[in-house]
């Protein structure tokens, strides 16, 4: 089950700082505000999907709150945590999923919509270069693991 909760600015504020991070680059809190209805803060239950392979993406998460494992084919790929991000190599390729995501316990992911990345990379385009970099990367493991994406 997912349930969207509200956001408060500290939130925001540590959403942008995070973006800035993965992205190398300084993010105002105030570019991530003026996507708003394109960002949401969900909370996933214990084992919820959060994203299915082979679904079609229509947006990117950042873990706020917990940890979540990802599955290609069965096999698992990673455990991520606060502060990481899935969910770009949809975006960045318009391929459908290439895994699903599952929460490992209750768990706080900001989805960003398409529309809302779109807005944000205009004002700050590392933030897509950083998101591109990471799908090549994430694409050449899986690749390595004989894990190829379907087309």
């Given at each position: 089950m997912v349930k969207e909760l509200p956001v408060s600015q500290e939130q925001w504020?540590?959403?942008?700082?995070?973006?800035?991070?993965?992205?190398?680059?300084k993010m105002a809190p105030d570019v991530i505000k003026l996507v708003m209805p394109g960002?949401?803060?969900?909370?996933?239950?214990?084992?919820?999907?959060?994203?299915a392979e082979n679904d079609v993406g229509y947006a990117?998460?950042?873990?706020?709150?917990?940890?979540?494992l990802v599955v290609r084919q069965?096999?698992?790929?990673?455990?991520?945590?606060?502060g990481d991000f899935f969910g770009e190599i949809s975006l960045v390729t318009r391929a459908p999923r290439t895994a699903t995501v599952k929460a490992v316990k209750s768990c706080q992911v900001f989805e960003l919509?398409?529309?809302?990345?779109?807005?944000?990379?205009?004002?700050?385009p590392q933030l897509m270069q950083a998101m591109q970099a990471a799908a090549a990367k994430r694409m050449e493991?899986?690749?390595?693991?004989?894990?190829?994406?379907t087309t």
């Amino acid at each position: 089950m997912v349930k969207e909760l509200p956001v408060s600015q500290e939130q925001w504020e540590w959403l942008g700082q995070t973006l800035s991070c993965h992205a190398n680059a300084k993010m105002a809190p105030d570019v991530i505000k003026l996507v708003m209805p394109g960002v949401r803060l969900l909370e996933y239950e214990d084992d919820a999907a959060i994203v299915a392979e082979n679904d079609v993406g229509y947006a990117m998460y950042v873990i706020y709150q917990g940890r979540v494992l990802v599955v290609r084919q069965g096999n698992k790929i990673a455990e991520l945590q606060t502060g990481d991000f899935f969910g770009e190599i949809s975006l960045v390729t318009r391929a459908p999923r290439t895994a699903t995501v599952k929460a490992v316990k209750s768990c706080q992911v900001f989805e960003l919509s398409w529309r809302a990345i779109s807005a944000i990379t205009e004002c700050f385009p590392q933030l897509m270069q950083a998101m591109q970099a990471a799908a090549a990367k994430r694409m050449e493991e899986l690749a390595q693991r004989g894990l190829e994406p379907t087309t």
